[in-house]
């Protein structure tokens, strides 16, 4: 299966908003749980967000209010929007498709919050 390639990451001010999008093989990702997750020191990788094929979401208490995750079928896309935006929410960010107990990563982009 070919990864999934996230697109989007940047340089933003605190208080800004970028949108990130993954598109993900045709093949899986209609049946995908799609998410988008951040590595920490703590942890191996945290989800920021993430969706169901069906549409139901769930987000990091962190992100609530402020990150919208959604998909586009057609497009085998998968998008963050992300708004007032954070210092602390500097991260690389991948994306990563789970279909039928298998795990596909994407090379992550850089999100870099300025204060």
């Known amino acids: 299966q070919v990864p999934p390639v996230e697109s989007g990451g940047g340089l933003v001010q605190a208080g800004g908003s970028l949108r990130l999008s993954c598109a993900a093989s045709?093949?899986?990702?209609?049946?995908?749980?799609m998410g988008w997750y951040r590595q920490t020191p703590e942890v191996y990788r945290e989800l920021v967000a993430g969706?169901?094929?069906?549409?139901?979401?769930n987000y990091a208490d962190s992100v609530k209010g402020r990150f919208t995750i959604s998909r586009d079928n057609a497009k085998n896309t998968v998008y963050l929007q992300m708004n007032s935006l954070k210092p602390e929410d500097t991260d690389v960010y991948y994306c990563?498709?789970?279909?039928?107990?298998?795990?596909?990563w994407g090379a992550g982009t850089l999100v870099t919050v300025s204060s």
């Open positions: 990563n498709a789970y279909y039928h107990g298998m795990n596909y």
């Open positions: 969706i169901n094929p069906d549409g139901s979401t």
């Open positions: 045709e093949t899986i990702f209609s049946e995908s749980f």
